[in-house]
């Protein structure tokens, strides 16, 4: 190899550090700034139609179906509360009071001066709207004065968007989650490493002594629940047959709205996630019960819960519930014919 041939390879080395690392100051500027300067600008025109300009936009429908109204709250309680009261009649503090705002009129609420910059919105609180209000309050309303600098992290604005929905008498349902949503495989992602957990619960349940949980049961909720087919509702309701059931639907008991507006099954995840902090699970909730802390403990209970039915719900990856695995999976493809992955 001669000199002038070293050159070549050099030089060949030389630029593409060069166009990596340009390509790393554009990208940079492309992924990580809200407003791309006009330099990015005149990038991005360049870019095939469909190419979103900025930040990869999630539906606010589709991030709602993982968001947890609990760290929501607590998330408002920081980010929001030096401005804002969210109890029902709270007063106006630099910003109006939130109850029920979730489909509310903009800038209309009762004993608060809105900015005319709010006041030109028009239109309601839909959650698309709340979402693009507080993902940026300025790029929203123009003249507002809602002096906060908005909530990039997607997951974070929708679990305070989830919390603020759960601020009313009667909530408002989530939103459908549109079908090909661009970003339906990023909350899917990031529910991924939840999903193992799943499973391990309810095989913790299959592994558990019915029995025991009975004894459990009859001293952790007995003062509250009756479980015996057909019994009567006492301060909680009748819990025969709870498991996989719908939540909140048993006839004959007055349940609160916020355990209403779950609109899901009794999965053993979601009797995990109530039973263990029944007010995170349902923020408003009526059972005026702490939760339990130990797993084994709430496996044990739950397992008394599943044997209280003339067919009980079979364990997911067990022997016995193997059978409804490829039922899930024909259901699940069978009608939209979605091709998989
Ligand atoms: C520094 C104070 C401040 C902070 C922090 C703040 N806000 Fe505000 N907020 C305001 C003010 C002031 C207004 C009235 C805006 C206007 O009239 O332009 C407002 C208005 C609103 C409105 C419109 C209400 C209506 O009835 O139309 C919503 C919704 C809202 N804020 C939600 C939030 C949420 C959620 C957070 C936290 C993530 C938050 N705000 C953080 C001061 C604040
Ligand atoms: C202090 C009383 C009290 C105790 C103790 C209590 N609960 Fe409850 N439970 C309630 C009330 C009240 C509701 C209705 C909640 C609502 O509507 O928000 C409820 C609702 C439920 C539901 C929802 C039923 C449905 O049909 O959707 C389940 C499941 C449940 N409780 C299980 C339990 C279990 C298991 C325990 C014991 C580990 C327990 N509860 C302890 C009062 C209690």
Not at 57 to 82: M, T
Not at 114 to 127: I, M, N, Q, T
Not at 248 to 258: D, E, L
Request: hydrophobic residues 40%.
């Amino acid at each position: 190899m001669d000199s002038t041939e070293l050159n070549k390879i050099m030089a060949a080395f030389l630029t593409a550090g060069i166009v990596f690392g340009l390509g790393g100051v554009l990208g940079g500027k492309l992924i990580h700034s809200e407003r791309p300067e006009h330099p990015a600008f005149a990038i991005l025109s360049a870019l095939p139609e469909g190419v979103s300009a900025g930040p990869r936009e999630v539906p606010i429908a589709a991030l709602l179906a993982h968001a947890d109204p609990a760290r929501g709250q607590s998330d408002a309680a920081k980010l929001c509360g030096a401005c804002h009261s969210f109890n029902k009649g709270g007063a106006a503090l630099v910003g109006p009071n939130l109850y029920n705002v979730v489909m509310a009129p903009v800038a209309e609420g009762a004993g608060y001066d809105f900015s005319s910059g709010l006041k030109a919105k028009h239109g309601k609180w839909s959650f698309d709207d709340m979402s693009a209000w507080l993902r940026d309050p300025k790029g929203y309303a123009p003249g507002t004065k809602m002096a906060f600098a908005g909530i990039n992290n997607d997951r974070q604005r929708a679990d305070v968007i989830d919390y603020l929905r759960t601020l009313s008498d009667s909530p408002q349902p989530l939103p459908p989650v549109p079908k090909e949503a661009p970003g339906a495989s990023a909350p899917a992602a990031a529910g991924a490493p939840a999903a193992p957990a799943g499973p391990s619960f309810a095989e913790a349940v299959g592994h558990s002594d019915a029995k025991l949980g009975e004894a459990a049961a009859q001293r952790y909720c007995g003062a509250c629940h009756s479980f015996d087919q057909g019994g009567a509702s006492m301060v909680g309701p009748n819990l025969y047959n709870v498991v996989d059931k719908a939540i909140a639907v048993q006839p004959g008991y007055s349940f609160s709205a916020a355990l209403t507006a779950k609109h899901a099954a009794w999965t053993y995840e979601n009797l995990d996630a109530w039973l263990t902090d029944p007010r995170g699970f349902a923020p408003g909730t009526k059972m005026g019960f702490a939760g339990i802390p130990s797993e084994k403990q709430r496996a044990t209970v739950v397992a008394y819960l599943r044997s209280l039915s003339p067919n009980p719900h079979p364990i997911p990856g067990s022997g016995a519930g193997g059978a409804d695995k490829p039922g899930q999976g024909a259901a699940r493809q069978s009608p939209g014919g979605t091709p998989p992955k």
